[in-house]
């Protein structure tokens, strides 16, 4: 089963728009993980957040998590035509002190337009 | 060291037969992980070895799904009688991280389609 929901599940904008994706889990959490997926490839790691974290940065890339609300967000800044690819959230749950397994959402199919 | 490797990359076999597949973790890292992606969906687990023993496994992982992990080193997923249900990206991915964090690099699947 997936813990988490991305909401949109289909984005589009222009090239140097900001791109922004949502993510909403339901169990606790030790941290959660943005990942990229370019079609027909394995995912790749973007960033992580911590349950203790509010918001991090990484180049274009900023991610908010609210314990509270159980969401997080993934905003691109100055999207790129090579930035067009699906994102995943995952949520790697408490247990037994260290978060072993990563659950995955639905995704968000980004297409950035040249 | 080039990541984590996956073979093979495509497999088209008929219901019925059995398939295998391999995968190559990165040499440093004691945890392996196989996913299954189906199109449109996010990756769902299936299992996950630190070194050789195998200490989770999903309820998606029926009677004719078994994995291993012979020497902690590369793993093996082995699905037999396969139906069509059974065609999909399987993901295969390792960590390392003594963080506790668990991130994971995964290798580039390798597609199963059950005709």
């Known amino acids: 089963s997936q813990q988490g929901e991305e909401d949109p599940q289909a984005l589009s904008i222009q090239e140097g728009e900001n791109a922004t994706m949502n993510c909403s889990y339901k169990?606790?959490?030790?941290?959660l993980q943005w990942y990229r997926q370019n079609s027909g490839r394995g995912l790749v790691h973007l960033i992580l957040?911590?349950?203790?974290?509010r918001e991090k940065h990484s180049g274009r890339l900023r991610v908010t998590l609210d314990t509270s609300k159980k969401s997080s967000s993934l905003l691109i800044t100055a999207s790129r035509a090579a930035d067009t690819a699906s994102y995943f959230c995952?949520?790697?749950?408490?247990?037994?002190?260290?978060?072993?397994?990563?659950?995955f959402g639905s995704g968000t199919q980004l297409t950035v337009l040249p | 060291d080039t990541g984590v490797s996956q073979d093979p990359r495509h497999k088209i076999t008929k219901r019925g037969q059995n398939v295998t597949f391999r995968c190559d973790p990165i040499?440093?890292?004691?945890?392996l992980y196989w996913y299954r992606q189906t199109l449109g969906q996010g990756p769902e687990f299936l299992t996950y070895?630190?070194?050789?023993?195998?200490?989770?496994k999903s309820r998606l992982l029926s009677d004719r799904f078994s994995a291993e992990r012979p020497k902690g080193s590369f793993s093996t997923l082995e699905i037999q009688r396969t139906e069509q249900g059974d065609s999909a990206m399987y993901l295969c991915?390792?960590?390392?991280?003594?963080?506790?964090?668990?991130?994971?690099?995964f290798g580039a699947g390798s597609r199963l389609t059950v005709l």
């Open positions: 991915a390792s960590s390392g991280d003594s963080s506790g964090a668990n991130v994971l690099t």
């Open positions: 169990t606790s959490i030790n941290n």
């Open positions: 957040i911590r349950s203790n974290e």
């Open positions: 995952a949520t790697a749950r408490i247990s037994s002190g260290s978060a072993r397994q990563l659950t």
């Open positions: 040499s440093e890292h004691n945890r």
């Open positions: 070895f630190q070194n050789e023993a195998q200490l989770e």
